[in-house]
């Protein structure tokens, strides 16, 4: 489905049911140089069991139009602007990487009108190496390769029936990558979590339960960088909840089922 937002129209995946604005929704944020693709099976899901599911291509990125945000900040405003414009007065936010720092601006902004947050393979500070940030714009193939090579424990998921995740990745970010020829997304989504500043104190104001999702073998935001704002949303007087995933960074694909089974069951608070 599209949605007109300011001035642009977003694709967002609803999992292949009608949007109906009286079921609960959930709202799903994909990282750099990907998009709603990469939560298929966690989208399906919870579109097939009582859900409204948003999995959206954030602004510039592939099926939508729009300028591609330069900062968490600005992502994270469009998040409130994409309520809007679908009528939704409360969504549960679901984010992967720099959608995790989206997801948790937003919430933070939004406060009431979030019921959920979900950080999955989320860090802060999120800084991006010199090396690679350089690579981004000046050598983007090299730099998919590198992001590829440390985002996957494995090549293949248990179970998954041969599935190549790591070429199945060199072709989502090649091809997100030429999907805008005006912005190089590589390098501007990792500009963008190299500079944010505002983790710790949007965890201070959040007013929902949240739940991090993070990857045992994760070199990309290993687990221990989620250290900080977990003990900010304690210090907060919440209680957030911590599940560890087997494989990496991209555990949507690389562990599809435990990562589904850990959104399915925190939605259900």
């Given amino acids: 489905m ?3 937002v300011q001035g642009a129209e977003i694709y ?11 079921k609960p929704t959930a709202i799903f944020i994909h990282g750099v140089l990907c998009d709603h ?7 399906r899901y919870l579109a097939n069991h009582g859900w409204n599911v948003l999995a959206i291509d954030l602004p510039g990125h592939c099926r939508s139009g729009g300028n591609a945000p330069k900062s968490v900040e600005e992502a994270a405003a ?10 939704l007065e409360k969504a549960a936010l679901i984010g992967h990487s720099w959608g995790s720092l989206i997801a948790m601006e937003a919430a933070a902004t939004l406060k009431q009108r979030i019921s959920h947050l979900v950080l999955v393979g989320t860090a802060f500070p ?12 000046n050598t983007p193939e090299k730099a998919i390769a590198m992001v590829n090579t440390f985002s996957r424990a494995t090549l293949s998921p248990p179970g998954g029936a041969g599935s190549w995740v790591f070429g ?19 390098h501007a989504g990792f ?25 045992e073998q994760d070199q990309m935001t290993p687990p221990k960088a989620a ?14 909840r911590v599940q560890m995933i087997p494989n990496g960074h991209n555990q949507m694909t690389e562990s599809p089922d435990p990562t589904l089974f850990a959104i399915r069951d925190f939605l259900a608070i």
Wanted: proline content about 3%.
């Fill in 168 to 186: 199945a990745g060199m072709a989502l970010g090649r091809r997100v990558l030429a999907s805008n020829s005006r912005t190089n997304l590589l």
């Fill in 227 to 240: 250290k900080g704002l977990i003990e900010a949303a304690r210090a907060a007087g919440q209680q957030p």
């Fill in 78 to 87: 469009f998040i409130g602007a994409l309520m809007d414009a679908a009528g």
């Fill in 12 to 22: 967002a995946y609803t999992g292949g049911k009608a949007f109906d604005a009286a």
């Fill in 191 to 215: 500009t963008a979590c190299d500079s944010y500043a505002g983790g710790e104190a949007a965890m201070a104001q959040l007013s929902c339960p949240v739940l991090f999702v993070l990857g």
């Fill in 126 to 137: 999120m800084k991006v190496s010199p090396a690679l940030l350089d690579s981004a714009l």
């Fill in 37 to 43: 693709s990469v939560w298929a099976l966690q989208s």
């Fill in 2 to 4: 599209h949605i007109h």
